[in-house]
């Protein structure tokens, strides 16, 4: 059997609540980082649309997903679901399937994700029975979808579930650099007494003032290589967190093994929006779930 991730596991749990510091669920802003079919390289333009939508246009979100499964070893389940969100179109989920022959729990998880994202209906997260899997369905869905009160009906993991997809619904928006585009009731949806409140505030109005002493607020603004040896000493990705704030992408090559790859796959995919950047990582899982990433950003922001 194929190595099968997670859909777009990338997209999830790179930001979690206060307490769990680290990082975040981000996409490029294509009005600012000017994509261009430069970015890509010749024989990857060459790549075709599978057959079953030929029809489909070849742009470049096209030819990202049809680039996958980028080895032999992974299953081609991200390249359906890159589609189906590209062309906004769940037929495309029908794709995925398990080895013939066998019963695949992945492909039905990963089946379910695609169609609850590219449907925008929760439903399909309720059919899922595996808490991982339900989390990135619904994380998923409510980002892709521009909606965070998807996030609302998260039926397990008590209210830190709920709050976990808040702050990673308004921190995207925040790296994103489409802070103008978090509402003062998104920031409600915090309790009064949580430091993610005054979080969302600080993302909303781009004030580090709101911050205060909180180090997992600070991250996300401009601070000195040495915060990560002081006060950021404690955040798992501080380092990360400094090339982009600073939009720096020699900080990643700092880095080395998994690290280096996380900080690099967040770069491309929501600092530069470049699939040349991606290309860097080592790991080939990681690296398609990147390409999907682009491909999904570029088609969300020609829309």
């Not at 695949?104 to 998880?109: G, L, R, S, T």
């Not at 409510?142 to 909606?147: C, D, E, G, L, S």
């Not at 400094?242 to 090559?253: G, P």
């Amino acid at each position: 059997m194929k190595k099968i991730n997670l859909l777009f596991v990338a997209l999830i749990i790179l930001f979690g609540c206060s307490e769990v510091p680290d990082g975040s669920e981000k996409t490029g802003n294509e009005e600012a980082f000017p994509i261009s079919e430069e970015t890509i390289s010749k024989e990857e333009l060459q790549t075709e649309i599978p057959q079953e939508k030929a029809s489909e246009p070849e742009d470049i979100p096209n030819k990202l997903c049809s680039m996958l499964p980028l080895t032999s070893e992974l299953s081609p389940a991200d390249k359906f679901f890159c589609l189906a969100v590209v062309n906004n179109d769940p037929e495309f989920c029908q794709e995925i399937k398990g080895d013939e022959g066998e019963i695949d729990e992945d492909a039905e998880k990963n089946k379910n994700i695609c169609l609850a994202v590219s449907k925008a209906d929760t439903s399909y997260c309720k059919n899922i029975q595996d808490i991982s899997a339900k989390h990135v369905c619904y994380y998923q869905t409510a980002v892709i979808n521009k909606n965070i009160n998807i996030c609302d009906e998260i039926d397990f993991g008590g209210e830190n579930e709920r709050l976990q997809c808040y702050f990673n619904f308004v921190s995207n928006k925040y790296w994103w650099d489409k802070s103008d585009e978090i509402k003062e009731e998104d920031c409600n949806k915090f309790p009064a007494n949580e430091p993610d409140k005054n979080t969302c505030l600080a993302f909303k109005e781009r004030d580090v003032s709101r911050c205060g002493n909180n180090v997992n607020c600070l991250t996300f603004f401009k601070q000195d290589m040495s915060f990560c040896s002081g006060k950021g000493s404690v955040l798992k990705d501080c380092i990360r967190d400094r090339a982009m704030v600073n939009k720096d992408f020699s900080i990643c090559e700092t880095l080395s093994g998994e690290k280096r790859d996380d900080c690099i796959g967040d770069f491309c995919t929501h600092i530069s929006l470049d699939s040349a950047l991606c290309e860097k990582i080592s790991d080939d899982m990681e690296r398609q779930s990147r390409y999907m990433e682009v491909a999904m950003h570029m088609a969300r922001n020609q829309r």
